[in-house]
């Protein structure tokens, strides 16, 4: 009897060994802009949105409260004449990342209002080829989370539901030439998940893993963050993290294959290819009528009041990795984006991947067989 508990002793830590991340990189108070750069566009020419990106110059968009909270926010005082656009912010991770790494988002409010296409999202080099992970991503008001992929056009990269995750698949495949490249879709089915749902909870966590043997996204409302979720944590643990609100797994997605070195994004556009569609603006704005455009009802003039929950509020960005990745350049991203939240610009190279979750799992069980064999011998001995 005790070789076998024993046993069952040893895979419980391997489990926990094996889903374990180190913190490579953390982004919070003053020091949060240090990891970030800005686009090299002045507007969003990927998605079509109505917006020039805010730079460091643009101060009462892109800053530290008083909270020592980092603030992103569309530009709600100016009124904007007809032609013209409005300022919002895109920044853009200066590192690269790669397999074997989790992204942990914590965040006080995300961005909502009529017109407004938030996104917190990775992107590989030359897409859609270098593959996008969309981990946040909400889009007028909604109070849903959005959780996607895209995969290059004539890839093999599908999604099924089930008891793995809690969300509710609305596109199942993620080849980005299909469904008008919305990648295989997941709605976050908590309310609190986005939108003012999600502030009036007091915010919460998003995590996303993506390991060799699947890309996973869970949410924690601000009273389920578990207390081991801070800016100082030094690794992160998934194995207990609970049931994902996504799962994508390598059994039906070849994620070593389809996704390339990643490049973190976070931005605000608006209306756009997509929260611009008079169809999506009627889920949860009114409907537009006549010759009624998002860009003419929601952008030009004075929007004070549709864009005074435009902004995110984040308390910090976490990265850990078990490939060493962050801290390096990151890669070139090229391509159009035709339905999704961004694309970003910047040079340098990737760090080789050394390791990874699935690695690590088949590793630990070559010693478990040994190990195993011994301890049975060992009770056979005793007994």
């Not at 008083?66 to 853009?92: C, E, F, G």
């Not at 006080?108 to 981990?135: A, L, R």
């Not at 690695?359 to 005793?382: K, N, Q, S």
């Amino acid at each position: 009897m005790l070789p076998l508990i024993a046993l069952g002793a040893l895979l419980a830590s391997l489990h926990v060994q094996a889903a374990s991340y180190p913190r490579v990189e953390s982004f919070s108070g003053q020091s949060f802009f240090d990891g970030f750069t800005y686009p090299a566009e002045t507007y969003d020419n990927t998605t079509n949105g109505d917006v020039f990106w805010a730079t460091a110059s643009n101060t009462s968009l892109i800053y530290i409260n008083d909270d020592n909270h980092i603030i992103l926010k569309v530009d709600n005082t100016s009124s904007v004449p007809y032609n013209s656009k409005r300022y919002a912010p895109k920044l853009l991770a200066k590192s690269a990342y790669d397999i074997g790494t989790v992204w942990v988002l914590d965040a006080v409010h995300m961005p909502y209002g009529c017109g407004v296409w938030p996104g917190f999202w990775t992107q590989g080099s030359d897409w859609p080829n270098g593959g996008e992970i969309d981990i946040s991503e909400g889009v007028n008001k909604r109070t849903n989370n959005m959780i996607a992929l895209h995969t290059g056009n004539g890839s093999t990269c599908t999604v099924t539901g089930g008891s793995s995750m809690s969300g509710s698949v609305t596109f199942d495949n993620c080849d980005n030439s299909l469904n008008g490249g919305s990648g295989c879709t997941i709605n976050d089915t908590d309310s609190k998940s986005y939108g003012e749902g999600f502030g009036a909870a007091g915010g919460g966590v998003y995590i996303a893993e993506w390991a060799k043997d699947g890309i996973r996204v869970w949410f924690k409302t601000r009273s389920d963050v578990p207390s081991s979720l801070t800016v100082s944590a030094d690794s992160i643990d998934t194995s207990s993290l609970g049931t994902p609100v996504a799962e994508y797994s390598s059994d039906s997605c070849d994620i070593e294959t389809l996704f390339g070195s990643q490049t973190l994004t976070i931005d605000i556009t608006l209306c756009g290819d997509f929260a611009g569609t008079p169809s999506e603006l009627a889920l949860t704005c009114p409907a537009l009528s006549g010759d009624a455009t998002c860009y003419s009802t929601y952008v030009i003039d004075d929007q004070s009041a549709n864009f005074a929950a435009a902004y995110y509020e984040i308390n910090y960005i976490n990265v850990f990795s078990s490939s060493g990745s962050g801290g390096q350049s990151g890669g070139k991203v090229t391509g159009t984006v035709t339905a999704t939240a961004g694309v970003g610009t910047g040079t340098g190279s990737s760090g080789e991947n050394t390791s990874s979750r699935a690695e690590e799992r088949w590793a630990a069980a070559g010693g478990l067989m040994g190990l195993a064999g011994l301890l049975l011998a060992f009770g056979a001995a005793v007994f």
